[in-house]
């Protein structure tokens, strides 16, 4: 891996993958999404670890795709290249992964934050979609997500005019968890992360799936999907454990089974 650092245990159950092109700002370039997709896939089929935390440094989570890699490509070469099949994988991650950002979470750079399941920015942190200013536009869901994140008016104005929103609006528009110090973004992140380690990590990935269910389907829909998975929680030990560990006033301890 040459763009990232991956340490699968780096808290118990609890991976942490960094970003690490630190020159070019994390620049999203080819082989770096490449192998975040490599490494997401094989820390999904861990089945030590139960959250993976995803950050960058405290200058840039990631400031884009490499536009130096994509300026002289055709619209023929980007379809050949077909680089969203890559978040696609991505997008499938079954586990929760956390964003830990800090400085510039830009175009791409965003997008890979959005396409996180939460978000602990540090007060540096800044988004923004400015690919208009470069005469394209969002291509990996930003102006979908960013869109239901913080509503229409927010994200029509920071897509067409490239604008950034600080970590401060970030926080208040709901595109992110909290907003805490620089020097505490990535503590925050592990202990969010932490927290959820505890939980059963089957009932964990369902409930993941549910609720960005959300987002692709009708409210009747969406609740027969969740019923589904509810159900299926009653097939694991886990829940057994969960609610016996209650009636006897003690400790859960669970085993993803
Ligand atoms: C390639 C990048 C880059 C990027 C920064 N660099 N962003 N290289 N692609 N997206 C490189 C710079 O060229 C420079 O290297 C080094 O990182 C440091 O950047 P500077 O510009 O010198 O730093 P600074 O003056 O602090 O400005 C920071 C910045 C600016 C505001 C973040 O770098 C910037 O505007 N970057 C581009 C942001 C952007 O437009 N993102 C959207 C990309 S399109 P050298 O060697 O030149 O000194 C996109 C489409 C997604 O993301 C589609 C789906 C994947």
Known sequence: M????????????????QLNRPKELNALNLQLMGELRDALRSLDADTDVRVIVLTGNERAFAAGADIKEMAGRTAIDMFNVDQFTTWD????TKKPIIAAVSGFAL??????????DMIIASESAQFGQPEIKIGTMPGAGGTQRLTRAVG????????????????????????????VPVELYLQEALKL?????????IAVKLAKESVLQAF?????????????NFYL????????????????????????K
Request: hydrophobic content about 40%.
């Open 2 to 17: 040459d763009y990232l650092k991956v340490t699968p245990n780096h808290l118990p159950h609890i991976a942490l993958i």
């Open 233 to 256: 929680t009653f097939a694991s030990n886990d829940q057994k454990e969960g609610m016996t560990a209650f009636v006897e006033k003690r400790a859960p301890r669970f085993e993803g």
């Open 152 to 179: 229409k008016q927010w994200a029509m104005e920071m897509v067409l005019t490239g604008q950034f929103m600080s970590a401060e609006k970030a926080y208040q528009a709901g595109l992110v968890n909290r907003v």
């Open 193 to 201: 992360a932490q927290q959820i380690a505890q939980m059963s990590p």
């Open 107 to 116: 175009g791409g750079g965003c997008e890979l934050a959005m396409l996180c």
């Open 89 to 92: 994988t991505i997008k499938k």
């Open 216 to 228: 692709n389907s009708h409210l009747d829909e969406g609740l027969a999907f969740e019923r589904k």
